[in-house]
């Protein structure tokens, strides 16, 4: 069965400052992975996800992952961050036969002024 | 922008009680799912439904739970007698495929006591 770690559990970044969540799963087959959103008070979104091809991802609000096979990574990057991003972020992957997700524990990031 | 729906958003029920948690899946999605989470805990997988029955349920979907979809439109989640330990967020998703990217409704927020 597949699994997932989040290293971080909670983040402080100022305002400006680059972020990265890591994301490490475990899994010998084809996997999706998948980074969600979680806003206070709101359901989880999509920010991006990864299926095959160019292991750079670009997703919304300026959030980008990359795919390290060798590494069984899935790293979430933002060059500068806003006090909008404050939330909670989880990192998810399904396999290319099973469809359910399986959730890292997620990251909590506060972004102060 | 077509959106998964769930009512109601804050449950309080007694300890014994059976409660139904109501979704509205994505118009043209083929498969829905739950997820729930509990307070400072991951978003765990309960079961996933295609095609009228469940295709996949977690250790956690025991005999206590089980799943609908009555009409076009609705996907319900019972819990036949409540536990303390029920308590949680529990998500509603679907997707269009098996492995397609889930959208998530805004949570049902289960409080048992």
């Known amino acids: 069965a597949q699994s997932v770690s989040q290293h971080n559990h909670h983040v402080i970044l100022s305002e400006a400052a680059s972020l990265e969540l890591g994301c490490n799963y475990s899994?010998?087959?084809?996997?999706?992975l998948f980074w969600y959103v979680q806003y206070p008070g709101q359901h989880l979104q999509l920010l991006l996800k990864?299926?095959?091809?160019?292991?750079l991802v670009k997703g919304i609000k300026g959030f980008e992952a990359e795919f390290i096979k060798s590494k069984f990574s899935f790293n979430l990057r933002k060059p500068s961050v806003q006090w909008s991003d404050t939330a909670e972020y989880f990192c998810?992957?399904?396999?290319?036969?099973?469809?359910?997700?399986?959730f890292g524990t997620g990251t909590r990031l506060q972004v102060t002024l | 922008e077509p959106e998964v729906t769930q009512t109601p958003s804050h449950q309080v029920t007694q300890m014994g009680q059976e409660v139904i948690l109501r979704c509205v899946p994505i118009?043209?999605?083929?498969?829905f799912y739950w997820y729930r989470q509990i307070l400072g805990q991951k978003v765990e997988f309960l079961v996933s439904?295609?095609?009228?029955?469940?295709?996949?349920k977690s250790e956690i979907f025991d005999d206590q739970f089980s799943v609908e979809r009555p009409d076009g439109s609705n996907f319900t989640l019972k819990i036949r007698s409540t536990k303390l330990e029920d308590s949680a967020m529990y998500f509603c998703?679907?997707?269009?495929?098996?492995?397609?990217?889930?959208?998530f409704g805004q949570g049902t927020r289960l409080t048992v006591v």
């Open positions: 998703a679907s997707s269009e495929w098996g492995n397609t990217e889930a959208f």
């Open positions: 899994y010998g087959g084809t996997v999706n």
């Open positions: 990864y299926f095959s091809g160019d292991p």
């Open positions: 998810a992957v399904n396999t290319g036969t099973a469809s359910k997700l399986t």
């Open positions: 118009s043209n999605h083929l498969y």
């Open positions: 439904f295609y095609n009228n029955e469940i295709s996949e």
